[in-house]
């Protein structure tokens, strides 16, 4: 069963700086396989970056010419999201409304180059609620499309956009994910400060708020703490922004307070720990993660070993520790068909094979 792990077990000490044969205990690495790790957990940008230190002569030769041209291809795409951003951010400001940015956007813009090898999906970008409906016309007029067919765009808490001649769909959020309790506390407490990108104005969140936003995302909107699930891009992004040198350094005591109470307080050190163990995360002074964190850091070992586990695991989890109510909830009486999809939506995810990544 061992071997089953043993490529993730090898991406993830590639990841924390080891040397290739120490990362398996000097066995032969399985490159194909490690590779594809990493393509599933969209981190191949991240591993060619580590493995750029690393003299070449203890790689494949057709691997080194692999990463290289990984490294490449995602610093032109890179370079090409940052463009389409500053062209979105003038159609916003344009309106008058001033966005803020989120995730990998957030991370590429407010970041040092250490963190611009992250592979970027799509393009982040919150507004305020009452300037939900106005945002969308201004894009739309600037040629994007909603994704999504039939989509509410009145009551849709986030929407795709997209435009066939640009590199990404557009994430427009009117509001953060999580509780609501805990999201509007966080936006209280780190508004974010003015960036400028190009002729184009937004928002940029402290690398504290978007450590607590990535926890939010996964462990309560992706629901990973009850399915046992992780996304090892986003455990990296953390383990960035703990050890960035940057401007303004990541305030592990702010960290803890937006998670106040002790279920919210158990589901963060889930996550502290999982980053830790896997990626090296330094963990603040004084941290003491109780029995039921370090258990769940155990069982997402488990699942990734043995898949089978995950359903069973999970209402359990369910059960000791009821989901919380995400935004949007209120409204579900009012939309029953979209509370009924949503459950089975979570049926089916319980169903889903554990990864290093939700892809």
């Not at 062209?87 to 966005?99: F, K, R, Y």
């Not at 964190?293 to 488990?302: G, S, T």
Request: net charge positive.
């Amino acid at each position: 069963m061992r071997r089953r792990t043993a490529p993730i077990d090898a991406l993830l000490a590639l990841l924390r700086g080891a040397r290739p044969g120490e990362a398996v205990n000097r066995k032969p690495m399985d490159w194909e396989a490690i590779v594809a790790q990493a393509n599933r957990s969209l981190t191949t940008p991240a591993l060619a970056a580590r493995l750029a230190a690393v003299d070449p002569a203890l790689l494949p030769a057709d691997l080194v010419v692999f990463l290289q041209d990984v490294l490449a291809r995602n610093e032109r795409r890179n370079r090409l999201l940052l463009d389409q951003c500053e062209e979105v951010l003038t159609l916003l400001n344009a309106g008058g409304i001033v966005p803020t940015l989120h995730k990998g956007v957030a991370l590429l813009l407010g970041c040092p180059p250490s963190m611009r090898s992250r592979l970027v999906s799509d393009l982040d970008l919150g507004v305020p609620p009452h300037d939900w409906l106005r945002a969308l016309a201004l894009l739309e007029a600037g040629g994007y499309a909603v994704h999504a067919k039939g989509a509410n765009r009145v009551n849709e808490l986030t929407l795709d956009l997209v435009r066939a001649d640009r590199a990404a769909m557009i994430d427009l959020h009117r509001v953060a994910r999580g509780p609501d309790d805990l999201t509007r506390r966080l936006s209280a407490d780190h508004p974010g400060r003015p960036v400028q990108l190009g002729a184009g104005q937004a928002l940029l969140p402290s690398p504290t708020r978007l450590f607590v936003e990535l926890v939010l995302h996964d462990q309560f909107h992706d629901g990973d703490f009850w399915r046992g699930h992780l996304d090892l891009r986003h455990l990296l992004d953390m383990v960035m922004l703990a050890k960035a040198e940057a401007e303004e350094p990541l305030d592990f005591a702010a960290v803890i307070a937006a998670f106040p109470g002790a279920r919210n307080r158990t589901i963060l050190t889930t996550q502290l720990i999982t980053a830790s163990r896997l990626l090296g995360l330094p963990l603040p002074d004084g941290l003491a993660p109780g029995w039921f964190a370090r258990l769940q850091y155990r069982r997402r070992r488990l699942q990734l070993r043995h898949g089978w586990t995950g359903p069973a695991l999970s209402l359990l989890t369910t059960a000791l520790h009821p989901r919380r109510t995400q935004p949007g909830d209120a409204a579900a009486p009012a939309r029953p068909l979209r509370r009924l999809r949503a459950r089975l939506g979570l049926s089916r995810a319980l169903f889903r094979r554990a990864s290093l990544g939700k892809v």
